[in-house]
Structure formats: structure tokens, C-alpha cells
């Protein structure tokens, strides 16, 4: 079994909920971080390659909607 290095997530800037962090199933080579929220007025996303720079790229943001 591979050990999966887990990175401390800030909750969503939009709503306060806690984020899920998975390999996205339409490419498995990429992360997905995403809010749990279903009422999230946003549902922000953030995709990368590493799941190290997708977690950097979720807690940098800075609550703006696009």
C-alpha cells in the first residue's frame, strides 16, 4: 500500500466548509480539491497535476468570486 502525503486545506473562502481532496477520476494523474458544500454559492475548484501545488493553489485564494 502507498503512503499518500495529506496537506493541511484551509476551508472554503466562499462559504466556510471543509474541502475534499481526491485523484480526479476523469484523469488520474491529476488532483481535484473541491468545497463539500452543496449550497456553496461558488463551488470553487482547484485542479493540479501534484497534490502538493493543488493544496497551495486552495489556501492562496482569496475569497473573490471569479
Known sequence: ?????????????????????????????RWVITCMNWNCPVGPQVLNRRPGRAARAWNTRDGKAP
Do not use: Q, V
Open 1 to 29: 500500500m502507498s503512503k499518500a502525503k495529506t496537506y493541511d486545506l484551509l476551508p472554503c473562502p466562499f462559504c466556510g466548509h471543509h474541502p475534499l481532496e481526491e485523484r480526479w477520476m476523469e484523469h488520474p494523474r
